[in-house]
């Protein structure tokens, strides 16, 4: 079955860096786009950014462009999400998903299958 494991969170100062891992399986990975989304406490989620499924098509929310980098290795079945410059705002559970496609969607209702989620905390 699709397995999604997300790993690389914690705590953080503002202005400091974080890398979260996914880990899949279950599922040919070099055929499917992935997405990262975040949920706040007491806010929904929110789509963050996203990858073709050869990598080539990149999209990020207006939130995170320019401080967050997606990446994705097939041969390993891992897709990354560098966090740069990070702000307390970006404290969130940050979720990995799976897309029903090959193309990247915008919305989370573009993915089948997610991940239990990593904390991220941003705090001096």
């Known amino acids: 079955q699709v397995q999604l494991v997300e790993s690389g969170g914690g705590l953080a100062q503002p202005g400091t860096s974080l890398r979260l891992s996914c880990a899949a399986s279950?599922?040919?990975?070099?055929?499917?786009?992935m997405s990262w989304a975040r949920q706040a406490t007491g806010k929904g989620l929110e789509w963050v950014s996203g990858?073709?499924?050869?990598?080539?098509?990149?999209r990020y929310a207006d939130s995170v462009k320019g401080r967050f980098t997606i990446s994705r290795d097939n041969a390993k079945n891992t897709v990354y999400l560098q966090m740069n410059s990070l702000k307390p705002e970006d404290t969130a559970l940050y979720y990995c998903a799976k897309a029903r496609g090959r193309g990247v969607p915008t919305l989370t209702s573009g993915n089948d299958y997610w991940g239990q989620g990593t904390q991220v905390t941003v705090a001096s």
């Open positions: 990858i073709g499924s050869d990598g080539s098509d990149i």
């Open positions: 279950g599922f040919t990975f070099s055929r499917y786009a």
